[in-house]
């Protein structure tokens, strides 16, 4: 499974955009790009993913670069709950989901 | 969305005992369940991924007779952690997916806090 690189961690303030980055460049053809989250003491949360285009759900977005070796997981408005590590993770042909490290999200009041 | 339960949430057992964990898809058919353990402040690492009806696949490091996994039906997979020692005090983690595997997303359970005494 290709790697991705992430920041360690990230700050926002309450009610900001926030921009998450994720490094992907040795992506093949047809890896999906899949962003998890996971809040103290629980188990991940699916957020959002894609092939190619950009992608919007209710909880963020998804914008992923033309050559597809990096995207940027976007929250609109950062809530204190949004607080959590932020997985970025390429899924091709196994089965298998492999975390990384991650970016630790702090958003202040 | 999707729903997986784990249970127990939390338990403590002693060394040298077993411990079961189990993992339910509550309203979905799950092909394939995975299984992570994570430590404090790391990340989650896969132990190994389980295909209803079919013997579990290990990572590498993972030892098979120690931790061992049945998913006998397409809504429930288990982890036995046996003769446990205190290294195995970990938070462990099930995943359940269905349908196409890459284009498809992942639903975790709340996890399980072991800790072995």
């Known amino acids: 499974d290709a790697k991705t690189t992430q920041p360690n961690s990230m700050e926002s303030n309450e009610e900001e955009p926030v921009h998450l980055p994720c490094n992907h460049s040795?992506?093949?053809?047809?890896?999906?790009i899949h962003w998890y989250r996971q809040l103290p003491s629980q188990g991940p949360e699916y957020v959002i993913h894609?092939?190619?285009s950009n992608v919007n759900n209710r909880m963020a977005s998804l914008a992923i670069a033309e050559d597809r070796k990096s995207s940027t997981l976007i929250l609109h408005r950062a809530t204190l709950r949004d607080a959590a590590v932020y997985y970025c993770?390429?899924?091709?042909?196994?089965?298998?989901?492999?975390f990384g490290t991650g970016t630790r999200l702090q958003v202040f009041p | 969305g999707a729903v997986v339960s784990q249970h127990p949430s939390w338990v403590i057992c002693k060394s040298g005992t077993s411990v079961k964990i189990e993992c339910r898809s509550l309203?979905?058919?799950?092909?394939?369940m995975f299984w992570y353990r994570q430590f404090p402040k790391q990340s989650l690492m896969l132990m190994a991924t389980?295909?209803?009806?079919?013997?579990?696949?290990?990572e590498q490091g993972v030892e098979k007779d120690k931790f061992l996994i049945n998913h006998a039906s397409l809504t429930l997979s288990t982890l036995t952690v046996t003769s446990a020692h205190p290294e195995d005090s970990s938070f462990y983690i099930c995943?359940?997916?269905?349908?196409?595997?890459?284009?498809?997303?992942?639903?975790f359970g709340q996890g399980t806090r072991l800790t072995v005494v």
């Open positions: 995943s359940a997916v269905s349908g196409p595997r890459k284009n498809t997303e992942a639903f």
């Open positions: 040795t992506i093949s053809g047809t890896d999906y």
């Open positions: 894609g092939l190619t």
């Open positions: 993770i390429l899924r091709g042909n196994t089965d298998k989901l492999i």
């Open positions: 309203d979905f058919q799950a092909t394939t």
């Open positions: 389980s295909n209803e009806g079919s013997k579990a696949t290990y």
